[in-house]
């Protein structure tokens, strides 16, 4: 089992639609949560982060945790073409700092 | 630009050959990790550092890797006798303390091995 899964995609969405990104993780402990997005030949990016205290709102991002089933999702209201990319999502292992992405999702936001 | 940074942004080597890669953090973050990324995958743990302290190291890393970041600032990472397997984008990343995991990073190291 893998200690951060997401679903490859491509998923595909019309613009204006919400964007729904999910991640299981498979570490019972971990408290800190991250979503990164990557644009095609570039460098990971922060976009949001949760802890282990509830879900967060920041402009158009919703992180939520559902820490019972271990599961971490990323809502993206009135998705943008220039949402189009891939998202990572990353997870604190609590024996330690080390911070371990799933493989990403590719989002495509069409016209 | 007060960011992290990498160099060099390119390598291409021989087979066998060794390599070596620098990163300079974000100057007040005492945590530095490094990663490796394949294309469509995600970026893969290899190690990270608390201020000059190695803390720990992916078990999947051979010990054909090593990393060092002497006095807490820049880390290098050596690949020794590098094989195909190697090429890969490497990311290095920094965060700014223990309990804040932000990560930041570079722009990468893409190495090619031929």
């Known amino acids: 089992q893998k200690e951060v899964e997401q679903n490859s995609g491509p998923l595909s969405v019309p613009e204006g639609a919400i964007a729904s990104l999910n991640c299981t993780y498979s570490?019972?402990?971990?408290?800190?949560f991250f979503w990164y997005r990557q644009y095609s030949g570039k460098s990971p990016e922060l976009i949001m982060f949760?802890?282990?205290?509830g879900d967060k709102e920041d402009g158009r991002f919703t992180a939520q945790l559902n820490k019972a089933s271990q599961y971490v999702s990323l809502l993206i209201r009135d998705s943008q073409p220039s949402d189009s990319a891939t998202y990572l999502c990353?997870?604190?292992?609590?024996?330690?700092?080390?911070?371990?992405f799933g493989s990403g999702t590719r989002l495509s936001i069409r016209p | 630009d007060t960011g992290v940074s990498q160099d060099p942004r390119h390598k291409i080597t021989k087979r066998g050959q060794n390599v070596t890669f620098r990163c300079d953090p974000i100057?007040?973050?005492?945590?530095l990790y490094w990663y490796r990324q394949t294309l469509g995958q995600g970026p893969e743990f290899l190690t990270y550092?608390?201020?000059?302290?190695?803390?720990?190291k992916s078990r999947l890393l051979s010990d054909r890797f090593s990393a060092e970041r002497p006095k807490g600032s820049f880390s290098t990472l050596e690949i020794q006798r590098t094989e195909q397997g190697d090429s890969a984008m490497y990311l290095c990343?920094?965060?700014?303390?223990?309990?804040?995991?932000?990560?930041?990073f570079g722009s990468g190291t893409q190495l090619s091995v031929l």
């Open positions: 990353a997870v604190k292992a609590s024996s330690a700092s080390k911070i371990i």
């Open positions: 949760i802890y282990s205290n």
């Open positions: 550092f608390q201020n000059e302290a190695q803390l720990e």
């Open positions: 990343a920094s965060s700014l303390k223990r309990g804040d995991e932000k990560l930041f």
């Open positions: 570490d019972r402990g971990s408290q800190s």
């Open positions: 100057s007040e973050h005492n945590r």
